[in-house]
């Protein structure tokens, strides 16, 4: 349980959590971190803390460096539990540490832990706090991820601590992006973006300008999640800019799920036929499949199908499910088509259709549908049905 230094006495001190599969309801097949870091000066700041089962890690990373009760600050960039969860101990070992956070922040920590009979410093973006040699700055980030939430910037060193933004869900022993493997890395900080922050896209877009309307250089961006950005940083902003702006490719994502495989069978062949057309196709039976994962290649996907059979007079209830859990992230710029079949009322492709335009996506009309199993002549019309697709996408 030892500090890693990011720069001269600024240290990470967090937790890994190799274990963690499901994170309220997100699936993490690689785990996560908790990442928490440290600057000594005259004056000495943690920035954020873990998950509470972690406290211990913590305390014994912050030992590697200082002993806890000499804590002036404690920064609390967001008050979710995996970044605060440690907090009120921190505070009990930190008898001196004065609360840094924005106001939401301190309302947060008031109903979360009851913290309220402590010294804070409420902050706001352009506000500063000197450490001696080091100074923090602030930039208020709200709804990145919740109302409360800030970045920290170091300002000698060019550290950003942006707390949840940039972040992944990836557990590792080692701390930096270019240590971990930066394709991995960019891969699992797509699925995050698409999961965690998609719906709050036009907000991140409006932060990043702000930041680039600060100039403000970044030798390093260390989020709260994941690996630590040190090289090649402009690589995940220009990612997120791209993910805002809902920037996709060639590429569909074929989602569905099947009674007596007639679904299965056109979603496979449309999946063929598209991929013969130098299309990137992704393939997802619903019931078989991380939704999370799927919702990471909607967001560079240029065009959704969606099948489903008719069941109970409605779509099968697992598409029904990856729609209502699709509608809350946001999505924008998709273009949809929709599949599958019914025994005696085409009623899936109804449902569908009022949850896509929930979603204020355009729609491919019109919908494919075969009764029942799908016969040569059917298949002949899908591959038609995959031609309109394909130039929907461009190809
Ligand atoms: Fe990683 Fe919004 O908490």
């Given at each position: ?46 920035v ?22 000499g804590?002036?600050?404690l ?40 913290i ?14 000197a ?6 700055q ?5 709804m ?6 800030m970045?920290?910037?170091?300002v ?31 891969e699992?900080?797509?699925?995050y ?34 690996a ?5 940083t ?18 569909v ?18 999946a ?30 240029r ?17 029904g499910g990856?729609?209502?859990?699709l509608?809350g ?6 273009k ?6 019914y ?29 029942y ?18 130039a929907?996408?461009?190809?």
């Open positions: 349980m030892t500090p890693v230094e990011l720069k001269d006495k600024i240290y990470w001190v967090g937790a890994v959590d190799y274990d963690v599969r499901d994170f309220h309801g997100y699936v993490t097949p690689r785990g996560t971190s908790y990442n928490a870091y440290l600057i000594r000066d005259e004056k000495t700041a943690l954020d803390t873990v998950k509470k089962e972690f406290l211990g890690d913590l305390l014994a990373r912050v030992r590697g460096v200082i002993d806890p009760a804590l002036d600050y920064v609390v960039n967001h008050v979710e539990m995996d970044h605060s969860g440690a907090v009120p101990d921190i505070l009990e070992a930190a008898p001196r540490a004065v609360i840094v956070c924005t106001q939401k922040g301190r309302e947060g920590l008031e109903k979360h832990y009851g309220k009979d402590r010294a804070f410093r409420i902050v706001k973006t352009g506000d500063t706090l450490l001696g040699r080091r100074t923090l602030f930039i208020t980030a709200p990145i991820h919740w109302p409360d939430s970045f920290t910037y170091v000698e060193d060019k550290v950003l601590l942006p707390n949840d933004g940039f972040g992944q869900h990836l557990a590792s022993p080692k701390r930096f992006a270019d240590e971990v493997g930066e394709d991995l890395c960019m699992e900080a797509a699925k973006y698409a999961n965690i922050l998609m719906p709050l896209g036009s907000v991140i877009a409006k932060k990043l300008e702000e930041i680039a309307r600060l100039e403000l250089d970044f030798d390093i961006i260390a989020p709260s999640h994941g630590i950005w040190r090289r090649n402009g690589r995940i902003l220009r990612a997120y800019q791209d993910w805002t702006a809902f920037k996709a490719g060639p590429k994502t074929i989602v569905f799920d099947t009674m007596w495989h007639s679904t299965e069978k056109m979603a496979h062949f449309l063929e036929h598209l991929a013969r057309r130098k299309i990137e196709v992704k393939v997802y039976k619903v019931r078989a499949s991380d939704g999370s994962q799927i919702v990471r290649d909607i967001l560079d996907s065009v959704l199908l969606v099948g489903s059979p008719t069941l109970n007079a409605d779509m099968f209830w697992t598409v990856f729609l209502t859990y509608r992230l946001k999505p924008k710029g998709k949809v088509g929709i599949f599958g079949s025994g005696w009322s085409e009623a899936a492709s109804k449902m569908i259709r009022r949850d896509i335009e929930a979603m204020g996506l355009e729609i491919l009309e019109p919908a494919f549908e075969v009764q199993v799908p016969g040569e002549d059917e298949m002949k019309k899908l591959e038609a049905y995959a031609d309109r697709v394909a929907a996408v461009g190809q």
